[in-house]
């Protein structure tokens, strides 16, 4: 199986602030990978996909980018309503699997 | 726009079958080009795929999971359905259904919508 590795496992960040969070995959995936966002007791939301493609809806701050295995998404000028977890998720090959996630909190 | 929604029972016994189904609305289960997903969410966890099926039958299942699970749909009522045997208090998780869509032009599948989960908690 391919694992997924994000980081930080979770950061604490203010209204405004902009905002990186890394997915490294274990071998190499192209640029099939997509970033998901949960908040609190709710179902999961595409974001982004195909490494750097924003899902139609999504708001333009949210940007994602790849460099060899590593993953970029980046939240420009975080809202009050991004305070969530994000996954990456990697569809390159099955079984698809995703990160552990990483827990954006408000400081 | 197509909408999922899980259903079945919140309690299940250790040894017994988890039995669950999720609903497409707006859209066609017959529709090409999605595999119908379940996803699993243990309490304060990440996500795990379990496995898809396409509209035609063809499966594809999480090998760690493969001897214990079967995903089956019914094309007639717009569902599939999701059988994990011999559960044990491992299982407890929220399941999610989801569509993976295949965008035609970077080939790559993403989980979209997703169902709004069902905790399912197995327990004598």
């Known amino acids: 199986d391919i694992q997924m590795t994000q980081s930080p496992s979770s950061l604490s960040a203010s209204v405004g602030d902009r905002v990186t969070i890394t997915c490294r995959a274990s071998q190499s995936i192209s640029s099939y990978l997509n970033w998901y966002q949960q908040r609190a007791g709710k179902a999961p939301k595409l974001l982004i996909y195909?490494?750097?493609s924003l899902q139609s809806g999504v708001p333009s701050r949210f940007s994602g980018t790849r460099s060899g295995t590593d993953f970029i998404l980046t939240i420009n000028s975080l809202q009050p309503e991004d305070f969530a977890t994000y996954y990456c998720?990697?569809?390159?090959?099955?079984?698809?699997?995703f990160g552990q996630g990483t827990k954006v909190e408000i400081k | 726009q197509v909408q999922l929604q899980e259903s079945g029972p919140g309690l299940v016994k250790p040894s017994q079958t988890l039995s669950l189904t999720c609903t497409v609305s707006g859209g066609s289960i017959n529709s090409g080009g999605y595999y119908w997903s379940w996803i699993r969410q243990h309490p304060g966890k990440g996500l795990e795929w379990i496995g898809y099926?396409?509209?035609?039958?063809?499966?594809y299942y999480k090998p760690s999971l493969k001897s214990r699970v079967t995903i089956s749909v019914d094309t007639s009522k717009n569902q599939f359905s999701l059988k994990l045997t011999s559960v044990t208090a491992a299982d407890t998780a929220v399941y999610y259904c989801?569509?993976?869509?295949?965008?035609?032009?970077?080939?790559?599948?993403?989980?979209?919508?997703w169902g709004q989960g069902t905790l399912v908690t197995v327990s004598s």
């Open positions: 998720q990697q569809s390159y090959s099955t079984p698809w699997t």
């Open positions: 099926i396409y509209y035609s039958g063809d499966t």
């Open positions: 989801a569509r993976a869509r295949l965008r035609s032009h970077s080939m790559i599948y993403s989980f979209d919508p």
């Open positions: 195909a490494a750097s």
